[in-house]
Structures are given as C-alpha cells and as structure tokens.
C-alpha cells in the first residue's frame, strides 16, 4: 500500500550532514517508496525521530521537583507536581504512539529496503535504540504501560491492556539488546552506537531492579557496564568540559551521546540558559540601581531566571578542610578561623561546586556576581533585602553555572550552539556501583564511585567507607555528580524510596517509604551585606505552598481521559 510520510528534516540537530538529501521535491511529500528506497531519505527520517524521541532520556525537568533546585516566582514548572496538587487528570506524557509509530515504521520497512546490510543495521538498531527511549520515560513515570511492538493500521485492534512494570522494563531492555547487537561501536556524532545502547541498558535497569525488587536487574546493569568498558572507548573528562564550553562538550571523551542543537536554528532563548540566567535589569534597571557592584549596562543578565540551586544541594559538595581530609563545609575548621563567608564554606570546595554553581563573589561571565544582601543578582524577598530590589534574580543566593557557556554576553535572540550530555561514562560508573552494593560487593562499588570522586571531584582521597556510610557517600556523590542531568535527582530518589519500600507490591501499587527530600521546604542562605555572616533559611515556591509527596507518587497517573477511552486500563494506586 502506497502512503504518505509527512516528515519535517531536521538534520542540524545532531550532524552537519544535512545536504545528503537532493532537494528535488517538497519535503512533506515523499511517499513511503520514496524513503526507504533511498539511503539519504532513510537516514532524514531517522534523524527526526532523535529530534522527537531523544528528549525523553536528557531532560533534566524533573530535577526540579526536588530540593535541590528552586522554581522562581515568576518561572519553573512542575511546581503542581513538587507540591502534589495533581490528580487523575493531569497528564504526565501518556500518549507517545505517535513516536512509537514513527519507529516502528522504521522496524517494518528498513528489512525489505536495498540499503547495504551495515545501512540497515544501523537504522534498525537506531530504531531499537530509541522505541527503548521512548518506553523507557513511560516506565520511569507510569510503570507498566501498552507495548505496541508493529505499526498499527485501520485494522487493527487498537484495544490495547496494559502490560505489567516486569513486562514493560523487560521489554525496553530487550530492545536495547537487540539495538548492542545492531548498532556499530562508532557513529556520527548525536547518533547511537552499541555504547549508548549498553549506557541506556545500565540506567533502566538500575530503576527496574528497584521497582520490582529483583537482583537479576543489578546484575545487568553490572553485565552491561563491562560490556561498555571493555569497548575501551570513553573516558572521564575534566568536569566543566562537560557543561561549561559547547566546543569541549562535542567531542569530550566522556560523552557517549550527546544531543547538538546548532546555530542554524537555535537562539539563546532557547537553549537551557536563558531559564538558568538572572535578570539584572528589571523593572526599569531598579535592580542594578540598588544593587552594589552594579553591571555595566552591555554586560547585563537577560536571562529569564526559571530556577537556582538551593542550599540543600550545595551541602553536599564536600570541603577539603587543613588536615586534608573531605568533610561537609559546617563540620571543617574553617567555620571557626574564616573571616567571612567565602572562607568559612566556599573555598577548597569539591572541583564540581565550581563549575556547577555561581556564589556569592564568585565571577560570572565578565563580572563578580554578589548574592548577598544589596548584591546585584539577590533577590526581593526576606531575609535578604526586605522589598529593596527586584527583578530576576535568585531567591535562595546561588545561580547555575553548569551548563552556561560564559564565552560571550547573553542575548535571547543570538544564534548559539549548544549541547546536551545524554549519556555519559560517569554516570555509568555511578549506575554500576549502585548495582554492585545492592549486589553487596562494596569493594568494587567503592572503586567506581572513587573514580568521579577523584576526577570530578578534585579529591586525592579515596572513598573507603562501608555499609550505610558507603550509601550515603554513594547518594551524596551522585547528587553532585548528575544534578540537571536526565532528571537524574528525582528518578534516584524515588528508586531509593522505592527499595525501602521493597519494590511494588503488584503491578501498579505502591506503599511504604516516604521520601524526605521531596517534603517540606526548601532553603536558601542569605548572606550579609559586609559578606561576614549568613543565615539558612526556608523557602517556599511559587505557590507558597511547601513540597510534598506521598508514595502514591512513585508512579504519576493514568490520565482519565484515557481510561475513560479505553476502559481497561488500570489506574496507578491512590489517583
């Protein structure tokens, strides 16, 4: 049957190959024969699905709806979410068959093309790899959801149950198996390779494991990072490569794929550093005409300030205190000996703190950013400034750096080029050593955790703790480590919940632990003006309300109008 594929080329996201198809008719008018009887139109069509379906393994959204990072008043999201004013109408992306379509077309039709056997493995396991992605979101949100394994037409059965949690992570891990077996070791760059399908196969079954309170996961969370190691191809890079600079970010050695937006089509708007960026113009300038330090006018944020890191996450950056060992900054000696702030908790800080967050005196693109009272980037709220300045600015007394490129002034509407770290090999030595203490080999769980610490971290020390004081030094490494990646934060916390509580207790319920971090409020510090003294404070977001979860959400709804659609499917408990 002849049909027709309206497809929107993308092909600057992710390579600059983009003048492999002949523009020799409308692009929204080729016909099936037409793509995948040609090699180039296949290739397009593939590159939009990673345009469509990648997202779904990098978006780092979530991350706030923990503590660690705060939603400004006048920005953020998922602010419903973090203080659980959702119900059974709220709609946390059910509905993806369109992008479940899309590549099972690929599955149906790239078999029976003339492409070479190497062509056709490569787009198959492409294929393979992203239904993995796209299933793999579905899971981490919903837990069992309907599997559609081929293209569906006007005939068929679209009465679709859903299948168990154990059915759906079986079923993403047997696609990524069959994506290793396909995808070649090397590939143009934002495209999958067998790494990235080992890497994806490490993260999923890490969740897996703990939702279905089954061993055999960990296991293959371990069997697929040896596979990926012993590719012998990556390699921990300095940390602020990774996020701080777009031309050390493409081609670090670490990154196992990367999402690219490029210039062509991207503006500064639109990439995440305009929702990290103070606004220090605001309000016809009130803001720099209170603030000390004032910025020269053509070196001014513009940014749109959606969220800060909060106090809760800068407490887990280690200090390395005088007698060389790594402790938490209040418990070090330069609480007492500091002469002010910077002494007392910013200096010999975890190499990671400084390349992921901006404090007060620190420089900030051209400038030194102040966060204390009267600074030029602190907010209007107490107890910092009582009202005396508005504007963009951060409401807990930190910024972001991480990834914010610093190399030029920021400008909505400049075309800049940008990357996402997707997957990466620090996060798989973190994904194995969790796999291996809940294995109970913490010899080697404390050996994968101390290469971060080392590289990422600056220490010279090595972690030689055991039991609960190698999980807490195991949770606070990867809170350091992975914040603003892949929402790492959130789906980790609800995992550790979630093997407190000892795994669901059927398919779709859950009861048990309540998960601290994502309760109560937030906090902030507020320094003084002089620099000398600070305070820790709670505060609230947006809607003053404080967060709050409850175990029914370590799985979001069903949307209604879903089950009211197809009556068979099964709520999540307690929605």
Known sequence: ??????????????????????????????????????YSLAEGYIYNCYA?????????????????????????SYVAEKTEQIDRYTDEGWNKFGNIRAVNLVLQNVPASPFSEQQKNTLLGEAHFLR???????????????????????????????STIKETYDFILSDLDSAADLLPTT?????????????????VALQAGAYLNDNSYYTAVK????????????????????????ST?????????????????????????????PNSDMVSSKLTQAAMQKFPLAESFEGWMNYAPTQDLVDDYLVTDADGKEKEWDKTSYITTGANVYEKMYNHRDKRFYSSIVYDSSKFYNNWAYLRADGNVSSNIQPLNGGNIN?????????????????KKI??????????????????????????????????????????????????NSITSSGEDLWNDYKRERHVEMILETGDRYWSLLRWGMQLSGGLKDGYSTSGYVIPELNGKPHGIAISADGKSYQIYETTDNNGQPLKFTPKRYLFPVPQNEITALPSLEQNEGW
């Open 391 to 407: 504007g963009g600015a951060s409401e807990t007394g930190y910024l972001f750096r991480k990834y914010m490129y610093e190399s």
């Open 1 to 38: 049957m002849k049909y027709l594929l309206y497809i929107i080329f993308i092909f600057p996201l992710f390579i600059t190959s983009c003048n492999k198809v002949m523009d020799t008719k409308p692009l929204d008018s080729y016909t099936g024969e037409d793509i995948w009887g040609n």
């Open 187 to 203: 590939n143009d760059r934002g495209r999958a390779t067998q790494g990235a399908a080992y890497a994806l196969k490490m993260r």
């Open 132 to 162: 993995s992605a796209i299933y793999s979101s579905l899971a981490f949100r919903f837990g069992g959801v309907q599997i559609v394994k081929n293209v569906l037409d006007q005939n068929s059965d679209f009465n679709i149950p859903r």
């Open 223 to 246: 069997n697929a990072g040896d596979k990926l190691f012993a590719l012998g191809q990556y390699s921990l890079d300095d940390y602020s490569n990774l996020f701080n600079n777009y």
């Open 411 to 460: 400008w909505y509407s400049d075309p800049t080029d940008f990357c996402y770290s997707v997957l990466r090999l620090g996060e798989a030595f973190l994904n194995y050593a969790e796999a291996c203490i809940k294995l109970g080999d913490e010899a080697t769980a404390r050996t994968y955790i101390t290469k971060t610490y080392q590289k990422h971290g600056g220490f010279t």
């Open 52 to 76: 469509n379906d990648l997202g779904y393994i990098f978006s780092w959204s979530y991350d706030d709806i923990t503590k660690s990072v705060k939603s400004h008043p006048w920005g953020g």
């Open 249 to 277: 970010a493409i081609v670090s050695p670490e990154n196992i794929l990367v999402f690219e937006n490029r210039s062509t089509n991207t503006v500064f708007m639109n990439t995440p550093m305009q929702w990290l960026a």
